[in-house]
């Protein structure tokens, strides 16, 4: 079956330091993948997204690419801000009669000033 | 536009009973995606309805249903609560198109004591 697998947190890091949530995913087919975030208390909010193969997402500084070779789609950001500090979902959907996003168990980020 | 309103934001019912919750989508989406979330089992995916149709189903029991209007308005119910329904619920919707990518409420905080 389809499945999504994070990496544990929670992750510290300094303001300004690089950062890597690494993702993994199990699907048949050609799902879309996705990455979320939630801050304290909220819903979640769409941080990026791609739909194939060697598709780049990116927003607000954050970056993932969809390597189908490597089923994997990591999160990256280059400096991050104490304001980054949240969880992070990585999910994927395929739109076969509907949708069934699955996500992962989520990776919760501190960003310490 | 604005965004995804879910209520009530809070609600404390006793075991036994029984709670609906509602979700407004954001106008122009048609699919409407419920989620429980809590800390033991992260994010799992209840139903998604499309044009007043269940089209995708997850793995919870019968004690959980959910309809959609002819305005995309979606509610969710509860019936015979268990402590272990005590949890964040969320409302997401969607285009229904093939992308995927969901827009979320704050969420409902069900107590059940």
């Known amino acids: 079956g389809n499945s999504v697998t994070q990496m544990e947190g929670p992750v510290t890091l300094s303001e300004e330091a690089f950062l890597t949530i690494n993702c993994t995913y199990t699907a048949t087919g050609y799902p879309s993948l996705f990455w979320y975030v939630q801050y304290p208390g909220e819903g979640l909010q769409l941080l990026l997204k791609a739909t194939k193969a060697d598709d780049k997402g990116s927003n607000k500084g954050f970056e993932a690419t969809y390597r189908k070779e490597t089923t994997s789609f990591h999160l990256e950001k280059g400096s991050v801000q104490v304001s980054d500090s949240a969880v992070y979902f990585c999910?994927?959907?395929?739109?076969?009669?509907?949708?069934?996003?699955?996500f992962g168990a989520g990776t919760r980020l501190f960003v310490k000033a | 536009k604005a965004g995804v309103t879910q209520t009530p934001r809070y609600l404390i019912k006793t075991r036994g009973q029984q709670v609906t919750l509602s979700c407004s989508p954001i106008?122009?989406?048609?699919?409407v995606s419920w989620y429980q979330q809590t800390p033991g089992q992260g994010l799992q995916f209840l139903f998604e309805y499309f044009s007043e149709t269940q089209r995708n189903k997850g793995n919870f029991p019968g004690r959980f249903s959910g309809r959609q209007f002819s305005n995309s308005r979606s509610e969710m119910n509860v019936s015979t609560l268990e402590l272990g329904d005590s949890a964040l619920y969320l409302c997401?919707?969607?285009?229904?198109?093939?992308?995927?990518?969901?827009?979320f409420g704050p969420g409902t905080r069900l107590t059940v004591t």
């Open positions: 997401a919707s969607s285009l229904g198109g093939g992308l995927g990518e969901q827009y």
């Open positions: 106008s122009g989406h048609r699919s």
């Open positions: 999910a994927l959907s395929r739109a076969t009669g509907g949708f069934k996003t699955i």
